[in-house]
Every structure is written in structure tokens, then in C-alpha cells.
């Protein structure tokens, strides 16, 4: 029996048009009913999903839990209590942010655990982050304002993904103690070795002392790969890219924009 869903968010659980249809709230709710924990699983920080966990009814709730930053972090909802935390040194995401701004094109984010610095803040990234997460946009060249904050990681931003490939492999002096990964087909994700979503499900089930093949883990791109294929059940929705759907156990019929995730709760949970 399905004991946890690990559930990404952007693309997966929450449509294009930025809204969580009600079939999948409904099966959310149902599935929590039967004892089943919906874990919110994104590359996100915890202080741009309070809103969903409320349209979800998780929020403030005891024994609900959420991962967030890829992994970098586990969290209780209730008291917003953080389990786990791991990140990365200021020395690394200033490294890292002096050489995107050696790009042409790259807006770069920098991550604290309750903030978001954006240099390069291009119309079309204002516009795909509107309602999604707060940011503040910054125009140093330096990250000196940053010392002594707990930095999370740094993202690089294109929408051109061989455009990152290529950076990826021109940056290997600077990711030797860093993972890197994909989301959103816009961001190169730079996370500390070791942090994905696949062991955030890992330390989460450890901490609950569940089985993970006892899981399922839902999602559409590359930084949900690794929980889909650790999990007991590992889901892409229809929309996930093209050359993970191999890779996954089961590919819904639905998309994102058609309650995907509530058609695997209805089946896999609910039974229906």
C-alpha cells in the first residue's frame, strides 16, 4: 500500500495557467483521508508554496511535510519546522554567479532560504515567475550582501537548452562539489552534490520510517528523474519530456492542464 506521493508542482500538479484544477484537489484531499501523505516536491523554497499547501489543505498541518530546493530541504508544515538543510557555501554561488554574468543571456538566480536574487531580469522570465515565487532583482556584481546567509543554490536561466548544455560543460572547474540539473526547459539547476529530489523522497522516508518502495513520485522534467526512479512508482505526466518517459513506471494519459495527478490517485490510491 502507497503510503507517500512525492509530487512536483510547476507543470505537474499545477496547470500552465497557474491554477490547480479541482479533481485534483479533490483526489489530493481524498488520498490524505486514507492516511496517504501528498508531499509537495519542488525546486522551489518553502515560502512560495504556502499558497498551494492551503489550496491543498496542508498548510499548518501536523505529520504534512514538503521537500523543497530539489531536495535541499525537508519541512514539517506545521510551525514550517525544517527537518533537513543542505546547501551550498557562499564561496560557490559567488563563483558561480561572476560566471554567468560571463554569458550572454543567462539570468541568474541566487537562492537564501527565504529569498530569491535575480540578475538579469528578462521580461519573459518577469512573466513566467509572476505568481509563482517573490523575487528581488539585484544589479551587483558582487554577492557580498550575501555572507553569512545560508545560500541554497544558484540557477541558471535560458530558455535555449543547448544553450545551458554548453555552459554546463564549460563550468566544470566549478561544479566539482556541485549536482547539476533541469527543469521548467529553462533552468540549469546548481544544487551541492548529493541533493536531488530522488534523496529528499530517500531522507523523507527515512525520517517516517517508510519504505520507499512503498512511494510513488509524480513529474514532468529532468530534476524529478531522480525520485521517479527511486520511488516504488515513478509517474510522468503527459507532458513530461520526451526522453524521460522511458524512464518511467507509468505516463498518464492526462496532462498537466488535465488533472494528472488526481487520475494517479484515483487509480493507484483511490482505486476508482
Known amino acids: 500500500m502507497y503510503k507517500i506521493i512525492g509530487c512536483d508542482l510547476d507543470e505537474t500538479l499545477i496547470s500552465r495557467d497557474r491554477t490547480i484544477s479541482e479533481e485534483n484537489i479533490y483526489a489530493i484531499k481524498a488520498a490524505k483521508k ?12 518553502y515560502n512560495s508554496v504556502r499558497t498551494t499547501l492551503k489550496e491543498l489543505g ?13 531536495g535541499g530541504a525537508i519541512t514539517e508544515n506545521k510551525d514550517e ?8 557555501t557562499f564561496e560557490e554561488a559567488e563563483a558561480l ?18 529569498q530569491v536574487w535575480v540578475r538579469n531580469f528578462y ?6 515567475l509572476a505568481s509563482r515565487q517573490p523575487c ?14 545560508e545560500i541554497v543554490k544558484v540557477i541558471y536561466m535560458n530558455t535555449d537548452y543547448n544553450y545551458l548544455k554548453k555552459i554546463e560543460g564549460e563550468i566544470t572547474d566549478l561544479t566539482v562539489n556541485i549536482d547539476v540539473s533541469y527543469s521548467s526547459n529553462r533552468y540549469m539547476e546548481l544544487n551541492r552534490k548529493g541533493v536531488s529530489k530522488g534523496n529528499g523522497l530517500k531522507r523523507l522516508c527515512d525520517i517516517l520510517h517508510v519504505d520507499l518502495k512503498d512511494t510513488i ?15 516504488g512508482l515513478g509517474v510522468g505526466v503527459a507532458n513530461t519530456v520526451e526522453k524521460m518517459k522511458a524512464e518511467c513506471d507509468v505516463v498518464t494519459q492526462n496532462d498537466c492542464d488535465h488533472s494528472a495527478v ?11
Request: charged share 25%.
Open 123 to 128: 521580461p519573459e522570465e518577469v512573466e513566467y
Open 262 to 272: 488526481g487520475e494517479v490517485i484515483n487509480h493507484y490510491i483511490l482505486q476508482k
Open 217 to 231: 513520485a509524480i513529474g514532468d522534467n529532468y530534476n524529478d528523474l531522480s525520485m521517479i526512479k527511486v520511488a
Open 136 to 149: 528581488t532583482e539585484i544589479f551587483t556584481d558582487k554577492l557580498d550582501f550575501l555572507k553569512g546567509k
Open 97 to 114: 554567479y561572476k560566471r554567468g554574468l560571463q554569458y550572454d543571456h543567462i539570468c541568474i538566480h541566487v537562492y537564501t532560504l527565504d
Open 58 to 70: 496542508l498548510y499548518e498541518q501536523a505529520g504534512q511535510y514538503t521537500i523543497s530546493y530539489n
Open 81 to 88: 519546522k525544517i527537518l533537513y538543510f543542505q546547501g551550498i
Open 34 to 45: 486514507a492516511d496517504v501523505k501528498f508531499v509537495p516536491t519542488t525546486g522551489r523554497g
